[in-house]
Every structure is written in structure tokens, then in C-alpha cells.
T-cell receptor
Framework: QKEVEQNSGPLSVPEGAIASLNCTYS??????FFWYRQYSGKSPELIMS????GDKEDGRFTAQLNKASQYVSLLIRDSQPSDSATYLC???????????FGGGTRVLVKP | EPEVTQTPSHQVTQMGQEVILRCVPI?????FYWYRQILGQKVEFLVS????????KSEIFDDQFSVERPDGSNFTLKIRSTKLEDSAMYFC??????FGQGTRLTVV
């Protein structure tokens, strides 16, 4: 079983719609969870971090965490063509520990 | 101004040669990391630096690799005797929030 699993996509979303991305993980000791956006050939860019069960909203983005079910998700509302990118889920056990990344989900927002 | 600057942005080297990748964080932080991403694959952890010492390293980070902080601010990742499979993007990161723009290493 992969440590962090994401559907590779592509996830095709019409402009203005909601994009829903999921991530499951195997390490129950994981404490911190992160979503990154990565454009082709560029470095990961942190969008959201979440540490507690439940929802966390930041602008058009909402992260959801369920530690019992070992999944974390990201919703992108009012998707824009500029949101077209690969979204990486990452986690770590404790502050200062390494990040473990999933393979990413490619999102295509069509005008 | 980016929080973390990496040089060079692209390096082409012949197999067997040594390369040095550089990272300059704008401000100090306890934790620094090196990651790599082979084209089309996931981001993989290489090594972490805490308080100027290696705190954790992955299985990838074998004797071929070394990291230094030669002047107390810049970080270097040295890859000795490069192999074709070392071709990847190498990212330096300050904490979890700031990744450098990466160095694309191509081994030919």
C-alpha cells in the first residue's frame, strides 16, 4: 500500500464548478496535512495546511480531514482556468519531520 | 523576492561528474530540506537539516550525496559521480511552506 495515495486524474472541471480532490494515507501517526499546487516544471506551492479533524476554509479552498478514515480532501470552489495544475497531498508525523507526498492529481479547468 | 533561491536553475552534466546544487534561504529557520522529483513522478524526500546538522535522511540519500552549510547561511547538495537516474528536479525547502524554484539536473 502506498503511503499517500491520490487519483492521478486528469480531473476535468468546467469553469465555475467545484473540483473535489481526495487523498488517503496509511500512516496513522501522521499529524499534519498539506495541499500544494504545482504547475508544470515549477516547485510546489503551499495552498492549505490542516491539523485537526473537520473542515478548514481559505478563500475558494476548503480542506477536510478525517483521521479515523485516514483521508484528507480539497475542494476548489468557483474553479478558474488558472487552477489547472497538479495538486499534491503531503503529510508529516511531527513538526520538523519530512514531508511525504502523494503522486498528485492533475486538474484541468475548461473555460 | 523569493523566500528560497536555488542556483543554478538548470544544470547539464556528464555521467560520472560531480555537481553542487545551491540553496539560499532569505531568513533563518530551524528546518531545511532537500527533495527531488523525477519527471512525472512524486516529490521524494532526500535529507533534512536541523540546527545545522542532518536530522533525517532517506534511503535515496546514500554515500553519493552530501549536504553542507559552508558559511552558515547557504546550503549545498553535492552529488558525486552522477548517474543517469539522478536526472530530476531538486528542491530546497524552508519548513513546509517555502520551496525554492528548483534546479533541473540533467545527466547525459
Amino acid at each position: 500500500q502506498k503511503e499517500v495515495e491520490q487519483n492521478s486524474g486528469p480531473l476535468s472541471v468546467p469553469e465555475g464548478a467545484i473540483a473535489s480532490l481526495n487523498c488517503t494515507y496509511s500512516d496513522r501517526g501522521s499529524q499534519s496535512f498539506f495541499w500544494y499546487r504545482q504547475y508544470s516544471g515549477k516547485s510546489p506551492e503551499l495552498i492549505m495546511s490542516i491539523y485537526s479533524n473537520g473542515d478548514k476554509e481559505d478563500g475558494r479552498f476548503t480542506a477536510q480531514l478525517n483521521k479515523a478514515s485516514q483521508y484528507v480532501s480539497l475542494l476548489i470552489r468557483d474553479s478558474q482556468p488558472s487552477d489547472s495544475a497538479t495538486y499534491l497531498c503531503a503529510l508529516r508525523r511531527a513538526a520538523g519531520n519530512k514531508l511525504t507526498f502523494g503522486g498528485g492529481t492533475r486538474v484541468l479547468v475548461k473555460p | 523576492e523569493p523566500e528560497v533561491t536555488q542556483t543554478p536553475s538548470h544544470q547539464v552534466t556528464q555521467m560520472g561528474q560531480e555537481v553542487i546544487l545551491r540553496c539560499v534561504p532569505i531568513s533563518n529557520h530551524l528546518y531545511f530540506y532537500w527533495y527531488r522529483q523525477i519527471l512525472g513522478q512524486k516529490v521524494e524526500f532526500l535529507v533534512s537539516f536541523y540546527n545545522n546538522e542532518i536530522s533525517e535522511k532517506s534511503e535515496i540519500f546514500d554515500d553519493q550525496f552530501s549536504v553542507e552549510r559552508p558559511d552558515g547561511s547557504n546550503f549545498t547538495l553535492k552529488i558525486r559521480s552522477t548517474k543517469l537516474e539522478d536526472s530530476a528536479m531538486y528542491f530546497c525547502a524552508r519548513g513546509e511552506a517555502f520551496f525554492g524554484q528548483g534546479t533541473r539536473l540533467t545527466v547525459v
